[in-house]
Nanobody, 124 residues
């Protein structure tokens, strides 16, 4: 069982930056691949980024490439999402998720555990 708690969301102007954190409980954090997803009102949940168990492999959604960076610290049981050059269209609730799967990391359905989400609002 893994419990995930996101933090770091808030209100920021376009062009600004935020860093989201996701703290995980449990002693087996390093056995899970981690992902970030987001969901805006009236839209489907969207893949943002994922990171492998050891942190060496990452993938990003097309809309955030070159602007967002995912990282993890297994000693601290925490995964991060650094968001730069934020745009109003980045406004959404951001969720972190954990999976014990080894494929299809961009698909929300493979993730076993989810946090409660943190709101990110980007003003124009």
């Amino acid at each position: 069982q893994v419990q995930l708690v996101e933090s770091g969301g808030g209100l920021v102007q376009a062009g600004g930056s935020l860093r989201l954190s996701c703290a995980a409980s449990g002693r087996t954090f390093s056995s899970y691949a981690m992902g970030w997803f987001r969901q805006a009102p009236g839209k489907e949940r969207e893949f943002v980024a994922r990171i492998s168990r050891g942190g060496s492999n990452t993938d990003y959604g097309d809309s955030v490439k070159e602007r967002f960076t995912i990282s993890r610290d297994n000693a601290k049981n925490t995964v991060y999402l650094q968001m730069n050059s934020l745009k109003p269209e980045d406004t959404a609730v951001y969720y972190c998720a954990a999976t014990d799967a080894h494929i299809a990391f961009t698909t929300s359905g493979v993730y076993n555990y989810w946090g409660q989400g943190t709101q990110v609002t980007v003003s124009s």
